[in-house]
T-cell receptor
Framework: IAGITQAPTSQILAAGRRMTLRCTQDMRHNAMYWYRQDLGLGLRLIHYSNTAGTTGKGEVPDGYSVSRANTDDFPLTLASAVPSQTSVYFC?????????????FGPGTRLTVL | AQSVTQLGSHVSVSEGALVLLRCNYSSSVPPYLFWYVQYPNQGLQLLLKYTSAATLVKGINGFEAEFKKSETSFHLTKPSAHMSDAAEYFCAVFDTGRRALTFGSGTRLQVQP
């Protein structure tokens, strides 16, 4: 089934450790996104990429980095995790990043930083 | 910048009753608005979207939303709630600067038998 896969499903991480969350889509979408979901705050955009080779900062980019080496993959890296990065992380993609495009979401990664 | 506000973090209705989830938007340009649903331990999926073609938008699972410019609203309704509608619902607006969605804080819908 076509869609977005995320790995790992969940992770417990010690503060100060480096962590990469993986995201892969097989829909050949140009645009990809990373959001974090926190209770009472909805989803907030961390980083986005409108096409392979380009990335941009979202609403809450500090402490996170991304790369977009090809169309399918969009990994999110926490260089040195802190407890405030405990959250559920969702990757999403859309066809062209256009204003009427539907965004398709992955199943999420639940990250706990201790 | 565009934003949305969802009124009511929790809404509880009886099975068969009307569902009304409120969303108001703020935008200096014509907005493109979306409703997404999230079932427990899952990602989000699109319910419906407003793209200026028609003010009354019909979505999946019997949901619809009406765009009202005079009220800056895009409320989500369903005439008769079903137990399977219990989920969290998010309103979102397309941010033309970042070319991404800006989400509201969500409304958790409970359906009582």
């Amino acid at each position: 089934i076509a869609g977005i896969t995320q790995a790992p499903t969940s992770q417990i991480l010690a503060a100060g450790r480096r962590m990469t969350l993986r995201c892969t889509q097989d829909m050949r979408h140009n645009a990809m996104y990373w959001y974090r979901q926190d209770l009472g705050l909805g989803l907030r955009l961390i980083h986005y990429s409108n096409t392979a080779g380009t990335t941009g900062k979202g609403e809450v980019p500090d402490g996170y980095s991304v790369s977009r080496a090809n169309t399918d993959d969009f990994p999110l890296t926490l260089a040195s995790a802190v407890p405030s990065q405990t959250s559920v992380y969702f990757c999403a993609s859309s066809d062209s990043g256009g204003r009427t495009d539907t965004q398709y979401f992955g199943p999420g990664t639940r990250l706990t930083v201790l | 910048a565009q934003s949305v506000t969802q009124l009511g973090s929790h809404v509880s209705v009886s099975e068969g009753a009307l569902v009304l989830l409120r969303c108001n938007y703020s935008s200096s340009v014509p907005p493109y608005l979306f409703w997404y649903v999230q079932y427990p331990n899952q990602g989000l999926q699109l319910l419906l979207k407003y793209t200026s073609a028609a003010t009354l938008v019909k979505g999946i699972n019997g949901f619809e939303a009406e765009f009202k410019k005079s009220e800056t609203s895009f409320h989500l309704t369903k005439p008769s709630a079903h137990m399977s509608d219990a989920a969290e619902y998010f309103c979102a607006v397309f941010d033309t600067g970042r070319r991404a969605l800006t989400f509201g804080s969500g409304t958790r819908l409970q359906v009582q038998p």
